[in-house]
Structure formats: C-alpha cells, structure tokens
C-alpha cells in the first residue's frame, strides 16, 4: 500500500470484521467514515507547504519518525500535502536553505554539535515572523536565542554546551546534578504542565492542565525567568510547583511556540497533537 493508513480500510474490504465476528463470536460494525476522509485527504490535499526541520540527524530521517507521523495526521485533518525539507544544521553558513519555507521546527537531540546553527535558524524565523515549533532541545535554544538577541545577554548559552557561559540561561536539572551514571537517569515520562489562560498554547489545547511525555536533563534557568518574561517571552505552561517552564511563546508573532516536552508521541490520526495542528494552521496561513 502507498500509506499505511490505508491498512483498515483494506481490512474492511478483506472481510477481516465477519472474520473476527466468526472466530470470537463478537461482532461491531466498523464505522470508517471519518476514517476514509482522513486518508483521502492524504492522498488528495487541497493546499501544500514546506516546512524545514532543523537538525543534525537529517541523514537518517528514521531519527524524527514520531515528528513526520505527527505531520502526516495534520495532512489528514487539514488536507494539505507537508513538504518537510531537512536542514543540516551541524554547519548552517547558507542561510537561503531556508528561503521560501513556510515554517520551522527545531526538534529535540542532544550535544552541542549543531546546536549554533540551530540558533541562527531560531533568529531567522523569529526575524522573519516564520512560524516556528521547538520541541525539548528546541526550547532550550529558543530561549538561548532570545537571551542573546532580546535581552542583551552576549554569550549566553546551556551549561550542556558550554559550561563557563556567563550567563547559564539553561542549566542542569537541581535532581540531576549528583548522577553520574547515565541511562534511564533523566526526567523521563508523562509530567503535568499547568497552561495560562489566554495564551496561545492554552487555545490549542483547550484545557488549563497537560501531560506530555518528556526526555531531558536540563531547564530554562529559574534565575533568568524574570528578565526573559521583561523583555516579552511567554511562559504559557509550567510545572505545578511553578519551576520548570514546560511552554513558551512570543504571542505577537504569527506563530512562535515551543515546549519541553515530545507531543509528537502522543499524537494519533484521529486527534493530532495540538502544537503540531496549531503550527500547521499558521503556516498554511
């Protein structure tokens, strides 16, 4: 088959429902309507749009799977063909790889191989009002970004990247700071985030709590909340005890979000992730 959404409609054609009816004596008229208009828009979209992943495992694409299923159930749900053009970040000099693009996503990794190119990406979109998705990482450079650019902090950076920054708006989880063995160590899971009314990632999600899966040692810098919120980012989530920023935004931007968490691996066909449906949205605007 061209698509692998197309597997319960052939089932259904198969006759797999009066097989299972016969073998378990339980029978449930499948209902693929709405289904069948997900995948048909999949095979024929209305509109089309490109969006550059900013990345440095862009050679294997198998890398970002959860991401490009992510943006195959917004195909479906908002009939328009996604065009994701990878961008190898490990050594971004030529800028004009990203012309012409109709959003941006910087998606989450580990190392510093990369990641100033990825920044540079972020200054670009947000320069440019281009919509803009970080995810995990990609939150972390937002907020490295707008520290260097908005807030006058020259050098700022992660203490992942550069221990001896002078201004550490990213620095290591408190619980993680004695561990030294690695594997299965990190913040790991579903964790809920507390959304701001009136924001836009509170808009997208429709609801005032969140639970999104999370992978990740480090955080924005508490010590630095103040002065990024002064100069205009958003903290549209957080963490009920209120440390840990889980979302941010820069609201008078088309579309400019980002989130600590993996929404991408909780999204589904029939209910896309909510930051992916809403970037999407912009970027078709």
Same mark, same amino acid.
């Given at each position: 088959?061209?698509?692998?959404?197309?597997?319960?409609?052939?089932?259904?054609?198969?006759?797999?429902?009066?097989?299972?009816?016969?073998?378990?004596?339980?029978?449930?008229?499948?209902?693929?309507?709405?289904?069948?208009?997900?995948?048909?828009?999949?095979?024929?979209?209305?509109?089309?749009?490109? +969006?550059?992943?900013?990345?440095?495992?862009?050679?294997?694409?198998?890398?970002?799977?959860?991401?490009?299923?992510?943006?195959?159930?917004?195909?479906?749900?908002?009939?328009?063909?996604?065009?994701?053009?990878?961008?190898?970040?490990? #050594?971004?000099?030529?800028?004009?790889?990203?012309?012409?693009?109709?959003?941006?996503?910087?998606?989450?990794?580990?190392?510093?191989?990369?990641?100033?190119?990825?920044?540079?990406?972020?200054?670009?979109?947000?320069?440019?009002?281009?919509?803009?998705?970080?995810?995990?990482?990609? =939150?972390?450079?937002? +907020?490295?970004?707008?520290?260097?650019? =908005?807030?006058?902090?020259?050098?700022?950076?992660?203490?992942?990247? #550069?221990?001896?920054?002078?201004?550490?708006?990213?620095?290591?989880?408190?619980?993680?700071?004695?561990?030294?063995?690695?594997?299965?160590?990190?913040?790991?899971?579903?964790?809920?985030?507390? =959304?701001?009314?009136?924001?836009? +990632?509170?808009?997208?999600?429709?609801?005032?709590?969140?639970?999104?899966?999370?992978?990740?040692?480090?955080?924005?810098?508490?010590?630095?909340?103040?002065?990024?919120?002064?100069?205009?980012?958003?903290?549209?989530?957080?963490?009920?005890?209120?440390?840990?920023?889980?979302?941010?935004?820069?609201?008078?931007?088309?579309?400019?979000?980002?989130?600590?968490?993996?929404?991408? =691996?909780?999204?589904?066909?029939?209910?896309?992730?909510?930051?992916?449906?809403?970037?999407?949205?912009?970027?078709?605007?």
């Amino acid at each position: 088959v061209d698509d692998i959404y197309e597997m319960p409609i052939i089932f259904e054609q198969e006759g797999l429902p009066e097989i299972i009816h016969k073998k378990l004596n339980i029978y449930s008229p499948p209902d693929l309507r709405k289904w069948k208009k997900l995948v048909e828009n999949i095979r024929n979209p209305d509109r089309q749009i490109t +969006v550059a992943m900013c990345g440095k495992y862009t050679k294997l694409e198998d890398s970002y799977a959860s991401i490009i299923e992510s943006f195959n159930h917004c195909s479906a749900h908002l009939s328009c063909k996604i065009d994701l053009k990878w961008v190898e970040t490990t #050594d971004l000099k030529d800028t004009s790889l990203l012309d012409g693009v109709d959003g941006l996503v910087v998606p989450g990794g580990f190392g510093s191989r990369g990641t100033e190119g990825k920044i540079e990406a972020i200054r670009l979109a947000r320069e440019r009002d281009i919509p803009f998705l970080g995810l995990c990482l990609g =939150l972390q450079l937002a +907020v490295i970004e707008f520290a260097r650019n =908005l807030c006058n902090l020259t050098g700022a950076n992660s203490t992942e990247m #550069d221990p001896d920054t002078p201004y550490p708006v990213i620095d290591i989880l408190p619980e993680q700071k004695e561990i030294t063995e690695k594997g299965g160590t990190m913040r790991l899971g579903a964790y809920p985030a507390a =959304l701001r009314e009136g924001t836009v +990632v509170h808009s997208l999600y429709r609801s005032n709590e969140v639970s999104e899966r999370h992978r990740h040692r480090y955080e924005v810098n508490p010590d630095y909340h103040l002065i990024l919120q002064e100069k205009g980012m958003v903290f549209s989530g957080i963490s009920p005890d209120r440390r840990l920023v889980e979302f941010i935004e820069l609201p008078q931007l088309k579309f400019f979000a980002a989130t600590q968490a993996h929404p991408e =691996l909780k999204s589904r066909m029939e209910n896309p992730a909510p930051l992916f449906y809403g970037f999407v949205k912009a970027c078709l605007s």
